[in-house]
């Protein structure tokens, strides 16, 4: 699993938490306190060197290796950062035979005392790390390769794709007011540009949202529908102009001004319907 994955599922976090890394922390704790207690025998002992099972010590060799990998993974420096000095301790150890391993006191004792500082810090850095729980109908609010509000609006409105992408993951984290904000930006510029697309009778860069969507929907009144052709292009445009008015009611607030907060409903309700006008506008212009 890689660090800059954006989204873990519970079932990834076991996997990778409770199978690898809470073993890993076992493990530690049963060596470090077996690696002390032979360290204490050697002081008792009055021995230079200490002496060590080789297949056992090749098998910590691995399984700190296995952890470094983890930690990389996790994004856990403090972790990393010492089982890289453990594998370089531990790897200082003179081969006596195939069965056993020494290494002097003080090489011991420093095995015993990283091997500790290992398992405590592994410890503490994995009650740093913090999950958060989205929905399941937001989950695809969180993956930058797909459309919010679909690949027309994209190609049609470029400029506004970082603010669609940022409302829809605003909403996935229950940021309600931030995701609003970030639509209010996307409905100044498309506002404006169907207001120019129709060159209403307002200058669409100081005027407010009200003032242009009147001017919209009187020009729209004013299409004609004798043909066909007229109608289909008339019935487009109203489409369009009543999604627009349909934004303006899910905002609650007749002159499209903004509240200083906004709930879950409601950011929900206006973020559907801007992608509703969004969705009917992109053909238009």
Avoid at 84 to 100: K, N, Y
Avoid at 171 to 181: E, I, P
Avoid at 200 to 206: E, G, I, Q, R, Y
Avoid at 235 to 264: C, F
Wanted: glycine content about 4%; hydrophobic content about 45%.
């Amino acid at each position: 699993m890689s660090a800059s994955k954006p989204l873990w599922s519970l079932w990834d976090m076991i996997q990778l938490l409770a199978q690898e890394l809470i073993a890993s922390a076992f493990n530690l704790g049963l060596v470090s306190h077996r690696i002390a207690k032979l360290v204490q025998e050697a002081r008792t002992e009055c021995a230079a060197t200490v002496l060590y099972d080789r297949s056992h010590m090749d098998t910590v060799l691995a399984q700190v290796q296995e952890l470094e990998g983890l930690a990389v993974s996790l994004s856990l420096p403090a972790t990393h950062g010492s089982a890289v000095r453990l594998s370089e301790i531990i790897g200082r150890l003179t081969p006596l035979s195939e069965e056993q391993s020494a290494g002097d006191l003080g090489l011991s004792e420093q095995i015993a005392f990283t091997l500790h500082s290992l398992h405590t810090t592994l410890t503490d850095e994995l009650r740093s790390v913090h999950f958060v729980s989205i929905v399941n109908d937001h989950i695809e609010y969180l993956d930058d390769d797909i459309s919010v509000f679909g690949e027309a609006v994209d190609k049609k409105f470029p400029k506004m794709v970082g603010d669609i992408s940022e409302a829809a993951k605003c909403l996935a984290f229950g940021r309600n007011t931030a995701c609003v904000f970030h639509l209010m930006r996307v409905m100044e510029h498309c506002v404006q540009r169907l207001g120019r697309k129709l060159k209403v009778k307002v200058d669409v860069d100081t005027a407010t949202w009200y003032k242009i969507g009147n001017g919209i929907n009187k020009a729209v009144s004013a299409m004609h529908a004798q043909t066909a052709a007229q109608q289909a292009k008339k019935q487009k445009y109203a489409l369009a102009y009543a999604n627009l008015d349909g934004v303006r009611m899910a905002w609650r607030n007749d002159v499209m001004h903004p509240k200083a907060t906004y709930t879950e409903e409601e950011a929900r309700n206006v973020f559907s319907h801007v992608g509703a006008f969004l969705k009917s506008l992109a053909p238009l212009v």
